[in-house]
């Protein structure tokens, strides 16, 4: 007998299924018995029932070529049958191919991390399987091509319904651009990249396609995905970084034979970082200063985010004497305080001050150095009145301080905020900063990933080689009405706190990173630089 369990990766009902393979015992099983289970990797998958169990994996190949090699080998594709028999043979095969590019391509750019997707999706064969299907029936069904209808289909149904980010909806479209359209199939020097590498093949037989495909090469560069070479170096140092953090789990936690130097050195580093943080903000004192005010919205961002940092602070500062007092033996040694002692050796955030902090993929230290650094913006803020210029990176919540220009704004013009918009106005560095702007704020502190932007054009332009990241320019954010934002050659860039890009929604509705989508210039389409993953940072890891 053979018992089929699906989707354990839902984790439900997985602490039951575990009891009930612990209770299996060999000498009352049937000797028939045999029990099939499938699951995305899943921490909530019991870690016993892997260790007795014979695992299967089921993924896609690795690299372009033998990607696209799978798809020609898989049903129905393989089928001559099928192959053969579209009323219009030469579009099919044309879009065939293209449609099965675009399968490997959305696939392959998981390997360049938030650059090609914010969101890592499982693209599977079921989803070329169907889309294919679809194909051949609308060429058949239809005289004309029915581009509009199959690229629907396959971008907003079947790939498009697993996309949840709408970042990436822009750039699953932009990608099926590239392989579904009328030049693909009219055109004969038409190429999928500038290299001129890779393109569809001239109509032929089914063993031609796949000459063609083992022709092309093993190791697909950038540009291929419509990204910059410098995508290369981002994709190696994810390897690089997913081997280390592997290593590092692997860590053990518990006390060895050189147990007392650990402690000696997590007591030093611990008193090091106490000593570094500054007294909790006067909350009181603060709201007594800069009391709420109807035509000054950044009191109260002011005093929220002092209020925000003060439970961060009081979480590190109490976690960090708890511990030096556990290695003192005044206290236990409880498990919270075990995983904050594991962090700091490792050098890595604690999840317990992640839980009460901002998003941050820093090391401890890096960490340490940036908190005290927004702290010192909100002291200096309160000491010497609100800035010139804000630094964006140091909110702890920013869209209470986008919310509060926008405020400022409709409050001193009596407009309704939902009617208002921001341009954007990249200043160059001789700007007179010594007074703020009549309307709006200027802003800084921000980073290009995946380009880096121009000075002397005044907009973006191709990534420096071997230059990851470029400082953002100051931008004075301009409220106002919607419908006077004035027409011109634009990309809307996002804005996130780190480079992981993905977040949640939180309580108030708004995404654990995502901040706002700057509408900024440029000279080439829009479509250029989504597919490159231009993004501005509020951070870096370092």
């Not at 369990?5 to 018995?33: A, N, W």
């Not at 419509?226 to 970084?241: C, G, L, P, R």
């Not at 007092?325 to 594991?342: P, R």
Request: proline share 6%; net charge negative; with cysteine.
């Amino acid at each position: 007998a053979v018992v089929s369990t699906q989707s354990g990766h839902y984790g439900r009902g997985m602490p039951t299924l575990e009891k009930i393979c612990g209770d299996l015992v060999p000498d009352t099983t049937h000797s028939d018995f045999r029990l099939w289970l499938t699951s995305y990797p899943s921490p909530a998958f019991p870690i016993p029932i892997l260790q007795n169990g014979v695992k299967m994996t089921n993924e896609p190949p690795k690299g372009l070529k033998m990607n696209l090699v799978r798809s020609y080998l898989a049903d129905p594709i393989c089928d001559s049958e099928f192959f053969n028999s579209c009323k219009q043979p030469q579009s099919f095969k044309k879009l065939l191919f293209g449609l099965c590019f675009f399968h490997a391509t959305v696939q392959e750019r998981r390997q360049f991390g938030p650059l090609g997707w914010n969101i890592p999706y499982e693209f599977n064969e079921t989803d070329l399987r169907i889309s294919v299907q679809q194909l051949h029936m609308f060429l058949n069904q239809y005289e004309e091509l029915p581009i509009d209808a199959v690229s629907y289909l396959t971008g907003e149904c079947n790939y498009g319904g697993r996309v949840t980010d709408s970042h990436d909806r822009r750039v699953i479209i932009g990608i099926l651009e590239n392989y579904y359209n009328h030049d693909i199939v009219k055109d004969p020097d038409y190429k999928f990249s500038e290299s001129g590498k890779y393109y569809a093949p001239k109509d032929g037989e089914y063993d031609s396609y796949l000459e063609y495909i083992k022709s092309l090469p093993i190791l697909a560069k950038p540009e291929v995905f419509n990204m910059h070479a410098n995508a290369d170096i981002t994709k190696d140092q994810k390897e690089t970084n997913m081997l280390f953090d592997s290593i590092l789990q692997t860590e053990g936690t518990g006390g060895g034979g050189g147990s007392g130097d650990k402690d000696e050195m997590l007591y030093e580093v611990s008193g090091g970082i106490i000593a570094k943080l500054p007294k909790s903000f006067d909350t009181e004192a603060a709201l007594r200063k800069y009391p709420t005010a109807y035509k000054q919205s950044m009191n109260t961002v002011l005093v929220q985010e002092m209020g925000r940092f003060n439970v961060l602070l009081d979480c590190v500062r109490a976690s960090l004497i708890n511990l030096q007092k556990a290695i003192k033996g005044l206290v236990v040694m409880s498990q919270e305080l075990e995983e904050v002692s594991h962090a700091v050796i490792i050098g890595k955030i604690p999840e317990l001050w992640m839980s009460k902090s901002y998003p941050s993929l820093k090391p401890l230290g890096s960490y340490v150095n940036d908190l005290i650094q927004r702290l010192n913006f909100l002291q200096d803020w309160y000491d010497d009145g609100v800035p010139n210029v804000f630094w964006l990176s140091g909110f702890y919540f920013t869209q209470a301080f986008i919310t509060g220009v926008k405020q400022n704004y409709a409050r001193k013009y009596t407009i309704p905020i939902d009617t208002l918009s921001f341009d954007y106005d990249v200043m160059s560095e001789d700007i007179d900063t010594s007074k703020p702007p009549d309307d709006g704020a200027y802003v800084n502190g921000l980073f290009v990933d995946g380009a880096r932007w121009c000075r002397e054009k005044n907009t973006f332009a191709e990534s420096t080689p071997n230059v990851l990241f470029d400082t953002m320019p100051m931008i004075w954010m301009r409220p106002m009405k919607k419908l006077d934002i004035p027409d011109a050659p634009i990309y809307w860039c996002p804005v996130y706190k780190t480079s992981e890009r993905r977040g949640v929604l939180s309580t108030t509705g708004h995404s654990t990173n995502f901040v706002i989508d700057m509408r900024l210039s440029s000279d080439k389409p829009e479509m250029h630089w989504v597919l490159r993953g231009l993004a501005l940072l509020c951070q870096l890891d370092d």
